[in-house]
């Protein structure tokens, strides 16, 4: 065997480095935005300037962003190992009613019924608070509770059904069980969770009236924040090793398990982080949007998630953030104009993308990108 | 199968994971053996005896007995439903049997041992059907079957080193893929992603190489290259290759090396090739019918 110079195949440098320069320039770029020039244009903008942003794109925005969210942990599971959940918006839920028991805690005395319990269990007659309530007066409690009841449920699930290597459509067809299963049981007012109304009418958060403007900016920041950090995070995750393993069992589960490495380990670790992320989101979302209820575990919700990562572009990471703004921003706009016909858009949109643009809207670019390697010969990874 | 005794069994080889992270790792010349290492001192890398698979009432496997020996190169042949692939997954630990046993060395029990597990243990597998990761590069695919750490806390944060790189390199270069590193495996040629699998078990380093058909859908310049290849195995691995195509079993097995027969799950007859091919029994089974 004669001697062979290592070959320097993969960009290591840049793969140390994460992104590229403009990969940089435009994260930098993106938390400018959110950190500054909405913050300007919002708050010291007067309101008649055409440049003032409301505080309702504020709102429609960070709610998207939160979504965009949802479309990466989607895209993380989905894109890179395959596995189709249509159940995160439970894990999304879960992450918004800890936030919302912190919230309406908050509330204090302010309810309509001037009570220390929340309205709901007055209204229910309730005299003393379920023990599912007993840290909810603290914020660091909910906050951790956020990061594990997405995360200890996910485990338990993910471990079951990986260990019994439930794959595919039966998979898929259990998370959405699952999710409609936790809507049935948060829909209950003996649940504790405040029924089919869910939390609602938050007054406060850290004390501070969460109806103020720099309140509500601040919020704002943190999830663009928040966003701009899990893509990095996704990005690093899917640079590794353990990313490209993700991919293999994705591209051929049996040859990674005959090649030594036990995808379960593998799997349940994204599903767990993924789930996370998404519970999350679902904090942020809750305080800006204003209201929590079980219909954000209907399938339906779960499903959409689903689209947002499809349209962008599975298996790109920024794809699904621009699918979620994408669709959402659609969304909006159609639901104003012609609210009959949103739901006919949206599955027109979702056969045409796979139909016409497998690889969503990234792969518009991609393609474009493909004839130039073509041309050129040269081969290089974005 | 008993979950207990696969427990047991894990307990083992994580015991002999934790306890063999020396750089060499060869073979074991009159020292002590780790409990998981495989024993070959008896000279035998595989042991199959009175194996029985049966499925919905039909067997697969009927009392097969099977032994190769360390750095044997085995051909095994049969008409389709005799067994083969069936033999390949009870040995892999993809289906367990109903009856017998499967040593690995004289002291691995492979039936008591998860798939990922034997194949730490050192048997590695080529599929029927050419299995590469279609959308990682060449040398991504290479990248991953390496010796390493297997768990996600390593994979999270490993980085290639120059002997590694090295390494792929010369694996590459070994199953002619260096010109092609850059390409994405799913746009590689049918012969060619055989190579990378086979490329692939190379990475690993395995006692024992189980090969599925290796040379199906290939041109015959590349069946030659590719029983030249197995044929500079032979001595450092122990190959077991099942195979159609007699050409090819007669390049690998060079008038010498022994061939066996497998029929209706078990062994019709062994021996050389010229010595099957006169055996009356084959000669039924092959055209009788």
């Known amino acids: 065997m004669t001697p062979v110079a290592p070959v320097q195949l993969l960009p290591e440098s840049k793969r140390g480095l994460l992104l590229g320069a403009r990969g940089w320039s435009v994260v930098v770029g993106a938390l400018l ?55 995160h918006g439970l894990y999304f839920a879960l992450g918004g009613y800890a936030m919302g028991m912190y919230l309406m805690r908050q509330i204090g005395h302010d309810g309509n019924y001037r009570s220390d319990l929340p309205d709901f269990m007055v209204f229910l007659d309730w005299k003393t608070m379920p023990w599912t309530w007993a840290g909810s007066a603290s914020f660091v409690f909910q906050m951790l509770l956020v990061v594990a009841a997405p995360a200890v ?35 209950r007012n003996e649940t504790g969770f405040g029924g ?82 998404c519970g999350i989101a679902g904090a942020l979302y809750v305080p800006q949007v204003g209201i929590i209820n079980p219909s954000e575990m209907s399938p339906a919700a779960s499903i959409e998630m689903a689209i947002w990562a499809a349209v962008g572009g599975r298996g790109t990471l920024v794809g699904p953030i621009i699918g979620a703004f994408f669709v959402n921003g659609a969304k909006s706009w159609f639901t104003q104009a012609f609210p009959e016909f ?35 010969g040269v081969e290089g990874k974005a | 199968m008993t979950p207990d005794l696969q427990e047991a069994g894990t307990a083992l080889l994580e015991r ?68 083969k692939t069936t033999m390949m997954d009870v040995i892999t630990g993809k289906t367990r049997p109903d009856a017998g046993h499967a040593h690995f060395g004289s002291n691995i029990d492979l ?13 590695c597998r080529k599929f029927q059907k050419p299995t590469v990761y279609e959308e990682l590069s060449v040398f991504e695919n290479l990248e991953l079957a390496l010796v390493n750490d297997r768990g996600v ?108 027969v497998l029929h209706e799950g078990s062994v019709l007859a062994e021996g050389t090739l010229a010595e099957v091919q006169s055996n009356t029994q084959v000669i039924d089974v092959y055209l009788g019918r």
């Open chain 1, 342 to 376: 949103w739901l006919y858009f949206l599955g027109a949109l979702f056969i045409a993308v796979t139909l016409f643009l497998p690889r969503g809207i990234m792969g518009i670019r991609e393609r474009l990108k493909r004839t130039d390697v073509e041309k050129t």
């Open chain 2, 111 to 123: 039936l008591r041992l998860r798939e990922p597990q034997i194949v730490r243990a050192g048997i």
């Open chain 2, 153 to 260: 806390r390593a994979a999270l944060f490993a980085r290639l080193s120059g002997a590694q790189r090295e390494r792929i390199a010369e694996i590459l270069q070994l199953v002619h893929l260096l010109p092609e590193s850059h390409r994405i495996a799913g746009l590689l040629s049918h012969g060619q992603k055989q190579w990378l699998e086979i490329g692939m078990l190379l990475a690993q380093e395995p006692t024992l190489l189980l090969l599925d058909e290796p040379v199906a859908g290939m041109t015959d310049e590349e069946t030659e290259r590719t029983a030249e290849l197995f044929l500079t195995l032979v001595g450092k691995h122990s190959l077991v290759v099942v195979e159609h195509d007699m050409k090819f079993v007669d390049m690998l097995t060079q008038g010498h090396r022994k061939v066996t």
């Open chain 2, 16 to 83: 002999h994971h934790q306890s063999d992270r020396t750089p060499a790792g060869g073979a074991s010349f009159g020292r002590l053996m780790h409990a998981g290492t495989p024993d070959f001192a008896h000279g035998v890398a595989l042991y199959l005896d009175e194996i029985s698979v049966s499925f919905d009432g039909f067997k697969a496997l009927n009392n097969l007995s099977l032994a190769i020996d360390v750095g044997e190169l085995r051909c095994i042949i049969g008409p389709n439903g005799a067994g």
């Open chain 1, 196 to 277: 089919n109304n869910g939390f609602t009418d938050f007054k406060r958060i850290l004390g501070v009236s969460i109806a103020l403007p720099s309140t509500r900016m601040l919020l704002f920041v943190l999830t663009g924040f928040t966003l701009v950090a899990f893509y990095l995070l996704a990005r690093a995750i899917v640079n590794s090793k353990y990313g490209r393993v993700l991919q293999a069992i994705r591209d051929a589960e049996s040859r990674v398990m005959f090649t030594g490495y036990d995808p379960l380990k593998y799997k349940l670790s994204i599903w767990v982080l993924s789930a996370v992320m």
């Open chain 1, 33 to 87: 935005v959110v950190a500054v020039l909405v913050p300007l244009l919002n708050l010291v903008v007067p309101a008649g300037n055409p440049l003032h942003v409301g505080d309702y794109g504020v709102a429609l925005v960070a709610k998207i962003m939160c979504y965009a969210m949802c479309a990466l942990a989607m895209d993380l599971i989905w894109g890179y190992t395959g596995i189709l959940s249509l159940g």
């Open chain 1, 153 to 187: 449920l996910s485990g338990v699930f993910g471990w079951f059904a990986f260990r019994s290597r439930i794959k595919g459509v039966y998979f898929s067809i259990i998370t959405q069980a699952l999710t409609f299963a936790g809507m049935l049981l948060f829909f």
